[in-house]
T-cell receptor, first 113, second 115 residues
Framework: QQQVKQSPQSLIVQKGGISIINCAYE??????FPWYQQFPGKGPALLIA?????SEKKEGRFTISFNKSAKQFSLHIMDSQPGDSATYFC????????????FGGGTRLMVKP | GAVVSQHPSRVICKSGTSVKIECRSL??????MFWYRQFPKQSLMLMAT?????????EQGVEKDKFLINHASLTLSTLTVTSAHPEDSSFYIC???????????FGQGTRLTVV
């Protein structure tokens, strides 16, 4: 299967809080798991990505946790800011960047000041 | 680096006409380009994948005669929506990668409204 399931669909967090978005996948052939941030009327921008040989990757306030046995991965946004308010998409891909990305359904994050 | 430029950002066209959307890689040679479609509050759906100099590979359910994709050079791919109808109104996004990159980069999208 190619499906990637993402939750929650929407999320409201207070400024300074932690935003957590979860994704689950079916296809064990996936070997690249990126997260994208999309603002209204703009294309997605890569935030952070992980491969299954590590369980966690951190870049600034953004951390991906990866659980290979459960086929799940999550994005944690620490110290969430109003400027983080956007739609976040997880994705998965098999092989190199010439192959297609399978996207999750998206999470609309609102960070309240 | 890795800038992908899409043009126009917004376009309104009359039903029955055709509209062309351009996707350019500004600082790298894009061996592969992807075209996505995104409806409001929904995820990105891949429409087709094109490799430079080759015919595009369309996803199931995407009409190749309606959505014409040309990837004639390493820096430009075009998507032409032919005989557009209101149901074709959507946000169209391209992404591009060069031959060695681990990531494909997205353009800023084109909002198509067919009236």
């Amino acid at each position: 299967q190619q499906q990637v399931k993402q939750s929650p669909q929407s999320l409201i967090v207070q400024k300074g809080g932690i935003s957590i978005i979860n994704c689950a996948y079916e296809n064990t052939a996936f070997d690249y798991f990126p997260w994208y941030q999309q603002f209204p009327g703009k294309g997605p921008a890569l935030l952070i990505a992980i491969r299954p040989d590590v369980s966690e990757k951190k870049e600034g306030r953004f951390t991906i946790s990866f659980n290979k046995s459960a086929k799940q991965f999550s994005l944690h946004i620490m110290d969430s800011q109003p400027g983080d308010s956007a739609t976040y998409f997880c994705a998965a891909r098999k092989g190199n960047a010439g192959n297609m990305l399978t996207f999750g359904g998206g999470t609309r994050l609102m960070v309240k000041p | 680096g890795a800038v992908v430029s899409q043009h126009p950002s917004r376009v309104i066209c009359k039903s029955g006409t055709s509209v062309k959307i351009e996707c350019r890689s500004l600082d790298f040679q894009a061996t592969t380009m992807f075209w996505y479609r995104q409806f409001p509050k929904q995820s990105l759906m891949l429409m087709a994948t094109s490799n430079e100099g080759s015919k595009a590979t369309y996803e199931q359910g995407v009409e190749k005669d309606k959505f014409l994709i040309n990837h004639a050079s390493l820096t430009l791919s075009t998507l032409t929506v032919t005989s557009a109808h209101p149901e074709d109104s959507s946000f169209y996004i391209c992404s591009a990668r060069d031959g060695t990159a681990t990531e494909a980069f997205f353009g800023q999208g084109t909002r198509l409204t067919v009236v």
